[in-house]
């Protein structure tokens, strides 16, 4: 912390604990009670159970869970690999064409996702590329929210990337194909697993266009959350959106740590 007195540094944590406690710990909070009681006493959940949980991990909420892990897994990979070869094939371009190319990735995430959703929808309703029902079109739909995450995280780490690297290998003989395996991916390793670990968290949250375009044999656990507590299931809802963080704060932890070792190699 860039504050070298003690009080000053007492000011800045009570400064941090005043507006980070109201406005995230605070809320994550509630919901872990919530999901841990039976009704509300007042201003706090009370009725302390673990019931909740009994149907949280089990029955519509667990294939609810597996549906998020493969589409979240899906959407990251592909989105990963689009991101990745877009930010090499920019590294190549001139200044107009980087701007081209970045605002064409950026653009989904400057509209709302419902409009993704909606587009995606129209797109893929009618033949030759008939995908509505399906869950190909939830994955589609979640990889152009999150491709724009990958673009910009890898190509933030082309920039920082020193060329002598390259330039050695190509001396010594090396193909640009054996550059591109063995040099520049494992250097950019690091922001790859970022990438993807970003891409993961935000496609396991994603709502609104998801909600334009599941099919009923294909339903995501935050559509299973917003509907449980659109129907009044606030305590069951809760116990499904904790685990719904949990298994998604479990792969961050995982990603973080692949990220940290590559990070050291």
């Known amino acids: 912390m860039l504050v070298h007195s003690r009080g000053g540094r007492w000011a800045a944590w009570t400064l941090f604990g005043i507006l980070f406690v ?10 872990v009670a919530a999901s841990f009681a039976t009704h509300w006493s007042g201003a706090f959940p ?9 149907s949280a991990v089990q029955g519509e909420s667990l294939q609810a869970l597996t549906t998020s892990l493969v589409t979240a897994l899906a959407a990251s990979l592909l989105a990963l690999t689009a991101g990745t070869w877009a930010a090499l094939a920019a590294a190549a371009l001139g200044r107009r064409g980087k ?14 996702s419902v409009v993704v959703g909606l587009a995606v929808l129209v797109a893929f309703s009618k033949p030759p590329l008939l995908l509505n029902g399906t869950s190909t079109i939830v994955v589609l739909a979640h990889t152009i929210l999150v491709t724009a995450f990958a673009f910009q ?13 390259e330039q050695a290998a190509a001396s010594l003989g090396a193909r640009p194909a ?37 099919p009923p044999d294909w339903t995501p656990l935050p559509v299973r959350i917003f509907t449980a507590t659109d129907r009044g299931s606030l305590f069951g809802g809760s116990a499904v959106a904790v685990v719904l963080m949990a298994t ?6 995982a990603v973080s740590r692949v990220r940290t070792r590559a990070s050291y190699r």
């Open 178 to 214: 054996y550059v591109l395996w063995r040099v520049k991916l494992p250097l950019l390793l690091p922001s790859l697993t970022a990438a993807a670990g970003l891409c993961f968290a935000l496609s396991m949250g994603e709502l609104s266009a998801t909600m334009m375009l599941y």
């Open 153 to 165: 995280s890898v190509s933030a780490a082309m920039v920082r990337l020193d060329p002598a690297y």
């Open 22 to 31: 109201p406005l995230f710990a605070l809320p994550l909070l509630v919901v």
């Open 248 to 253: 998604t704060l479990l792969v961050l932890l």
């Open 46 to 54: 009370s009725g302390p159970t673990t019931a909740n949980y009994a």
């Open 99 to 112: 701007r081209v190319l970045h605002a064409l990735f950026m653009l989904p995430v400057a509209v709302p």
